[in-house]
Protein backbone atom coordinates (compact mmCIF):
# COMPACT_ATOMS: atom_id res chain seq x y z
CA UNK A 1 0.00 0.00 0.00
CA UNK A 2 2.66 2.63 -0.90
CA UNK A 3 2.99 4.65 -4.01
CA UNK A 4 5.55 6.61 -6.12
CA UNK A 5 4.14 9.94 -6.55
CA UNK A 6 6.94 11.41 -4.84
CA UNK A 7 8.90 11.13 -1.59
CA UNK A 8 6.17 12.98 0.72
CA UNK A 9 3.44 11.52 -0.54
CA UNK A 10 4.66 8.40 -0.61
CA UNK A 11 6.15 8.64 3.46
CA UNK A 12 2.74 9.94 4.86
CA UNK A 13 0.38 7.05 2.81
CA UNK A 14 3.28 4.68 4.17
CA UNK A 15 2.50 6.16 7.40
CA UNK A 16 -0.92 5.97 7.02
CA UNK A 17 -0.78 2.38 5.86
CA UNK A 18 0.91 0.97 9.02
CA UNK A 19 -1.58 2.85 11.41
CA UNK A 20 -4.38 1.43 9.80
CA UNK A 21 -2.54 -1.83 9.94
CA UNK A 22 -1.78 -1.71 13.62
CA UNK A 23 -5.67 -0.33 15.04
CA UNK A 24 -6.95 -2.56 12.65
CA UNK A 25 -4.99 -6.01 14.54
CA UNK A 26 -5.80 -3.69 17.97
CA UNK A 27 -9.48 -4.09 17.47
CA UNK A 28 -8.96 -8.06 15.72
CA UNK A 29 -6.65 -8.60 19.01
CA UNK A 30 -9.89 -6.80 21.51
CA UNK A 31 -12.91 -8.07 19.74
CA UNK A 32 -11.77 -12.17 19.66
CA UNK A 33 -10.21 -11.92 23.13
CA UNK A 34 -11.96 -12.19 26.38
CA UNK A 35 -10.53 -9.73 28.53
CA UNK A 36 -12.73 -6.63 28.65
CA UNK A 37 -14.25 -6.87 32.08
CA UNK A 38 -12.00 -8.08 35.23
CA UNK A 39 -14.17 -9.43 38.48
CA UNK A 40 -11.99 -9.92 41.37
CA UNK A 41 -13.56 -11.52 44.28
CA UNK A 42 -12.39 -11.13 47.74
CA UNK A 43 -12.28 -14.35 49.31
CA UNK A 44 -11.64 -13.49 52.28
CA UNK A 45 -14.95 -12.32 53.25
CA UNK A 46 -16.80 -15.46 52.48
CA UNK A 47 -17.08 -15.74 56.08
CA UNK A 48 -19.36 -12.22 56.18
CA UNK A 49 -21.86 -14.50 53.89
CA UNK A 50 -24.85 -15.90 54.94
CA UNK A 51 -25.52 -19.75 54.92
CA UNK A 52 -27.57 -19.95 51.98
CA UNK A 53 -24.91 -17.09 50.04
CA UNK A 54 -22.06 -19.50 51.54
CA UNK A 55 -23.49 -22.75 49.85
CA UNK A 56 -23.87 -20.48 46.26
CA UNK A 57 -20.07 -19.65 46.75
CA UNK A 58 -19.28 -23.61 45.03
CA UNK A 59 -22.02 -23.10 42.25
CA UNK A 60 -22.91 -19.89 40.90
CA UNK A 61 -19.85 -18.00 38.96
CA UNK A 62 -20.70 -14.72 40.98
CA UNK A 63 -18.53 -15.79 43.64
CA UNK A 64 -15.43 -16.89 41.32
CA UNK A 65 -13.18 -14.75 39.56
CA UNK A 66 -13.88 -14.65 35.96
CA UNK A 67 -13.09 -12.51 33.40
CA UNK A 68 -15.75 -11.33 30.42
CA UNK A 69 -15.52 -10.59 26.64
CA UNK A 70 -18.14 -10.43 23.66
CA UNK A 71 -18.44 -14.15 23.54
CA UNK A 72 -17.05 -15.60 26.80
CA UNK A 73 -16.64 -15.33 30.49
CA UNK A 74 -13.91 -17.35 31.70
CA UNK A 75 -12.68 -18.25 35.17
CA UNK A 76 -9.15 -17.57 36.16
CA UNK A 77 -8.97 -20.70 39.14
CA UNK A 78 -11.89 -22.14 40.59
CA UNK A 79 -14.48 -23.39 38.31
CA UNK A 80 -19.26 -22.83 39.37
CA UNK A 81 -20.60 -26.04 39.67
CA UNK A 82 -23.61 -24.30 37.89
CA UNK A 83 -22.47 -21.71 35.32
CA UNK A 84 -26.06 -20.80 34.77
CA UNK A 85 -25.94 -24.18 32.61
CA UNK A 86 -23.88 -23.02 30.22
CA UNK A 87 -21.42 -26.22 29.54
CA UNK A 88 -17.50 -25.03 30.12
CA UNK A 89 -15.15 -25.07 27.31
CA UNK A 90 -10.74 -24.90 27.37
CA UNK A 91 -9.85 -21.87 25.76
CA UNK A 92 -6.71 -21.61 23.68
CA UNK A 93 -5.25 -20.02 26.32
CA UNK A 94 -5.63 -22.74 28.81
CA UNK A 95 -8.96 -21.42 30.56
CA UNK A 96 -12.07 -22.45 31.04
CA UNK A 97 -14.88 -20.07 29.63
CA UNK A 98 -18.85 -20.37 28.97
CA UNK A 99 -20.40 -18.99 25.89
CA UNK A 100 -22.83 -15.60 26.46
CA UNK A 101 -26.36 -16.50 26.28
CA UNK A 102 -27.51 -14.24 23.35
CA UNK A 103 -30.74 -16.70 22.50
CA UNK A 104 -34.23 -14.68 22.67
CA UNK A 105 -36.76 -16.76 24.64
CA UNK A 106 -40.83 -15.61 24.87
CA UNK A 107 -40.02 -15.73 28.93
CA UNK A 108 -37.70 -13.05 29.07
CA UNK A 109 -38.96 -9.21 30.20
CA UNK A 110 -38.16 -6.37 28.73
CA UNK A 111 -35.15 -5.93 30.60
CA UNK A 112 -33.60 -8.96 29.28
CA UNK A 113 -34.67 -8.76 25.73
CA UNK A 114 -33.39 -5.25 25.89
CA UNK A 115 -29.72 -6.53 26.96
CA UNK A 116 -29.58 -9.60 24.32
CA UNK A 117 -30.74 -7.06 21.78
CA UNK A 118 -28.04 -4.76 22.55
CA UNK A 119 -25.13 -7.76 23.29
CA UNK A 120 -26.37 -8.90 19.53
CA UNK A 121 -26.16 -5.17 18.59
CA UNK A 122 -22.02 -4.82 19.57
CA UNK A 123 -21.17 -7.50 17.49
CA UNK A 124 -23.03 -6.40 14.29
CA UNK A 125 -21.14 -2.89 14.65
CA UNK A 126 -18.00 -4.70 15.05
CA UNK A 127 -18.62 -6.37 12.04
CA UNK A 128 -19.70 -3.71 9.74
CA UNK A 129 -16.61 -1.90 10.72
CA UNK A 130 -14.42 -5.09 9.75
CA UNK A 131 -16.35 -5.00 6.49
CA UNK A 132 -15.57 -1.38 6.21
CA UNK A 133 -12.00 -1.91 6.85
CA UNK A 134 -11.83 -4.68 4.11
CA UNK A 135 -12.96 -2.33 1.08
CA UNK A 136 -10.82 0.55 2.59
CA UNK A 137 -7.77 -1.85 2.23
CA UNK A 138 -8.92 -2.78 -1.41
CA UNK A 139 -9.33 0.75 -2.30
CA UNK A 140 -5.85 1.82 -1.20
CA UNK A 141 -4.56 -1.12 -3.20
CA UNK A 142 -6.49 0.43 -6.10
CA UNK A 143 -5.04 3.99 -5.48
CA UNK A 144 -1.43 2.77 -4.98
CA UNK A 145 -1.96 0.50 -8.58
CA UNK A 146 -3.62 3.97 -10.15
CA UNK A 147 -1.73 6.42 -8.19
CA UNK A 148 -4.63 7.99 -7.86
CA UNK A 149 -5.94 10.33 -5.12
CA UNK A 150 -9.74 8.93 -5.57
CA UNK A 151 -9.19 5.87 -4.17
CA UNK A 152 -7.03 7.19 -1.23
CA UNK A 153 -9.93 9.63 -0.59
CA UNK A 154 -11.98 6.50 -0.87
CA UNK A 155 -9.83 4.91 1.79
CA UNK A 156 -9.58 7.55 4.44
CA UNK A 157 -13.39 7.99 4.42
CA UNK A 158 -13.89 3.96 4.74
CA UNK A 159 -11.02 3.85 7.47
CA UNK A 160 -13.03 6.46 9.79
CA UNK A 161 -16.39 5.36 9.25
CA UNK A 162 -14.97 1.63 10.14
CA UNK A 163 -13.69 2.80 13.81
CA UNK A 164 -16.73 5.01 14.11
CA UNK A 165 -18.52 1.62 13.85
CA UNK A 166 -16.13 -0.11 16.40
CA UNK A 167 -16.56 2.39 18.91
CA UNK A 168 -20.36 2.41 18.11
CA UNK A 169 -19.81 -1.54 19.49
CA UNK A 170 -18.09 -0.49 22.46
CA UNK A 171 -20.52 2.45 23.47
CA UNK A 172 -23.34 -0.15 22.80
CA UNK A 173 -21.44 -2.90 25.26
CA UNK A 174 -21.05 -0.12 27.45
CA UNK A 175 -25.21 0.45 27.58
CA UNK A 176 -25.28 -3.77 27.67
CA UNK A 177 -22.83 -3.29 31.22
CA UNK A 178 -25.34 -0.41 32.71
CA UNK A 179 -28.53 -2.64 32.14
CA UNK A 180 -27.25 -5.13 33.81
CA UNK A 181 -26.04 -3.14 36.85
CA UNK A 182 -29.58 -1.15 37.20
CA UNK A 183 -30.96 -1.53 40.27
CA UNK A 184 -33.90 -0.10 38.90
CA UNK A 185 -34.68 -3.31 37.00
CA UNK A 186 -37.36 -5.53 37.16
CA UNK A 187 -34.95 -8.85 37.55
CA UNK A 188 -36.73 -10.27 40.92
CA UNK A 189 -34.83 -14.18 40.39
CA UNK A 190 -30.78 -14.96 39.70
CA UNK A 191 -30.06 -14.47 36.25
CA UNK A 192 -27.23 -14.12 33.85
CA UNK A 193 -25.07 -11.08 34.89
CA UNK A 194 -27.37 -8.69 36.92
CA UNK A 195 -26.23 -7.37 39.92
CA UNK A 196 -29.27 -6.43 41.35
CA UNK A 197 -30.12 -9.97 42.22
CA UNK A 198 -26.40 -10.10 44.03
CA UNK A 199 -26.29 -9.94 48.26
CA UNK A 200 -25.30 -6.72 49.54
CA UNK A 201 -22.01 -8.41 50.42
CA UNK A 202 -21.19 -9.93 47.19
CA UNK A 203 -21.70 -6.29 45.43
CA UNK A 204 -18.83 -5.12 48.44
CA UNK A 205 -16.72 -8.41 47.73
CA UNK A 206 -16.34 -7.91 43.92
CA UNK A 207 -14.03 -5.63 42.13
CA UNK A 208 -14.61 -4.99 38.55
CA UNK A 209 -12.00 -2.74 36.42
CA UNK A 210 -10.99 -2.93 32.45
CA UNK A 211 -8.99 -5.31 30.92
CA UNK A 212 -6.48 -5.00 28.47
CA UNK A 213 -8.77 -6.44 25.84
CA UNK A 214 -11.36 -3.31 26.22
CA UNK A 215 -8.17 -0.80 26.49
CA UNK A 216 -6.28 -2.41 23.19
CA UNK A 217 -9.60 -2.25 21.21
CA UNK A 218 -10.03 1.46 22.33
CA UNK A 219 -6.56 1.82 21.06
CA UNK A 220 -6.85 0.75 17.52
CA UNK A 221 -9.87 2.78 17.08
CA UNK A 222 -7.80 5.62 17.79
CA UNK A 223 -5.05 4.46 15.58
CA UNK A 224 -7.26 3.62 12.45
CA UNK A 225 -9.01 7.15 13.16
CA UNK A 226 -5.19 8.82 12.84
CA UNK A 227 -4.77 6.76 9.94
CA UNK A 228 -8.22 7.84 8.13
CA UNK A 229 -6.69 11.52 8.59
CA UNK A 230 -3.36 10.87 7.25
CA UNK A 231 -5.46 9.29 4.19
CA UNK A 232 -7.11 12.49 3.73
CA UNK A 233 -3.84 14.55 3.80
CA UNK A 234 -1.86 12.10 1.32
CA UNK A 235 -4.85 12.74 -0.79
CA UNK A 236 -4.34 16.91 -0.60
CA UNK A 237 -0.59 16.14 -1.06
CA UNK A 238 -1.20 14.01 -4.32
CA UNK A 239 -3.60 16.70 -5.89
CA UNK A 240 -1.08 18.83 -4.86
CA UNK A 241 1.84 17.21 -6.58
CA UNK A 242 -0.75 16.24 -9.47
CA UNK A 243 -1.53 20.22 -10.07
CA UNK A 244 2.58 21.22 -9.98
CA UNK A 245 3.09 18.39 -13.03
CA UNK A 246 0.82 19.95 -14.58
CA UNK A 247 2.10 23.36 -14.73
CA UNK A 248 5.36 22.04 -15.06
CA UNK A 249 4.18 20.42 -18.17
CA UNK A 250 2.78 23.54 -19.19
CA UNK A 251 5.77 25.95 -18.67
CA UNK A 252 7.77 23.46 -20.92
CA UNK A 253 5.22 23.25 -23.94
CA UNK A 254 5.38 27.30 -24.01
CA UNK A 255 9.24 27.63 -23.28
CA UNK A 256 9.85 24.63 -25.96
CA UNK A 257 7.86 25.89 -28.56
CA UNK A 258 9.42 25.85 -32.17
CA UNK A 259 10.33 29.51 -33.24
CA UNK A 260 8.34 30.73 -36.39
CA UNK A 261 10.22 30.00 -39.63
CA UNK A 262 10.32 32.54 -42.73
CA UNK A 263 8.47 31.69 -45.48
CA UNK A 264 10.21 33.12 -48.74
CA UNK A 265 7.08 33.98 -51.23
CA UNK A 266 7.10 31.58 -54.41
CA UNK A 267 9.05 33.47 -56.73
CA UNK A 268 11.70 33.89 -54.71
CA UNK A 269 12.03 30.08 -53.33
CA UNK A 270 14.52 29.07 -55.57
CA UNK A 271 17.21 31.90 -54.27
CA UNK A 272 20.13 31.70 -52.16
CA UNK A 273 19.21 32.82 -48.44
CA UNK A 274 21.39 33.97 -46.00
CA UNK A 275 20.15 32.89 -42.60
CA UNK A 276 15.88 33.29 -43.02
CA UNK A 277 15.95 36.58 -45.21
CA UNK A 278 17.04 36.36 -48.64
CA UNK A 279 20.01 38.45 -49.72
CA UNK A 280 19.79 42.19 -51.29
CA UNK A 281 19.68 41.78 -55.12
CA UNK A 282 22.61 43.64 -56.68
CA UNK A 283 20.78 46.22 -59.43
CA UNK A 284 22.80 48.42 -62.30
CA UNK A 285 22.77 51.92 -63.28
CA UNK A 286 19.53 51.56 -64.50
CA UNK A 287 17.68 49.97 -61.35
CA UNK A 288 17.77 46.71 -63.43
CA UNK A 289 18.68 43.64 -61.58
CA UNK A 290 21.92 41.94 -62.71
CA UNK A 291 21.94 38.15 -64.07
CA UNK A 292 25.19 36.34 -63.90
CA UNK A 293 26.15 33.83 -66.69
CA UNK A 294 23.43 31.31 -65.40
CA UNK A 295 20.57 33.68 -65.26
CA UNK A 296 20.09 33.96 -61.88
CA UNK A 297 19.82 36.68 -59.66
CA UNK A 298 23.52 38.55 -58.15
CA UNK A 299 23.82 39.26 -54.77
CA UNK A 300 25.61 41.31 -52.89
CA UNK A 301 27.70 40.92 -50.00
CA UNK A 302 27.11 44.03 -48.82
CA UNK A 303 23.50 44.49 -46.23
CA UNK A 304 23.13 47.68 -48.12
CA UNK A 305 23.57 47.77 -51.87
CA UNK A 306 22.52 50.66 -54.11
CA UNK A 307 21.73 50.70 -57.74
CA UNK A 308 24.05 54.07 -58.15
CA UNK A 309 27.00 52.29 -56.90
CA UNK A 310 27.73 51.32 -61.02
CA UNK A 311 28.58 47.72 -62.57
CA UNK A 312 31.01 46.95 -59.77
CA UNK A 313 30.08 44.16 -58.00
CA UNK A 314 30.69 41.01 -55.65
CA UNK A 315 28.70 38.29 -56.67
CA UNK A 316 27.70 35.88 -54.10
CA UNK A 317 29.36 32.82 -53.76
Known amino acids: MCCRTNAAVGTLLTLASVLFVAGVICICVGFST??????????????????????????????????????????LDRLPTDPYNAPLFKSPV?????????????????????????????????????????????????????????????????????????????????????????????????????????????????????????????????LTIIAGIFFYITHCAMQGAKKKKEKQIITVERYSAPAPVYTTPSYEKSLPRQGTLPPPIYYDKRGQPVYDNRGTYVYSNHAYTSPQYGPYYYSHK
Open 34 to 75: DYWLTYNIDSTRFEDLSEDDLVQTQAKEEYFNRTRGLWNVCF
Open 94 to 222: DTHCRRIRMKMDNSYNTEEATRIHMLRLTLGLFAGGFFLFLIAFLTSFVGCLRRSSGPILTTGSLTIFGALFCSAGIAVFHGCIYVEEDQENNITEPKEGYMKTWSNTLKDMTNKSYAWSYIICWVGVG
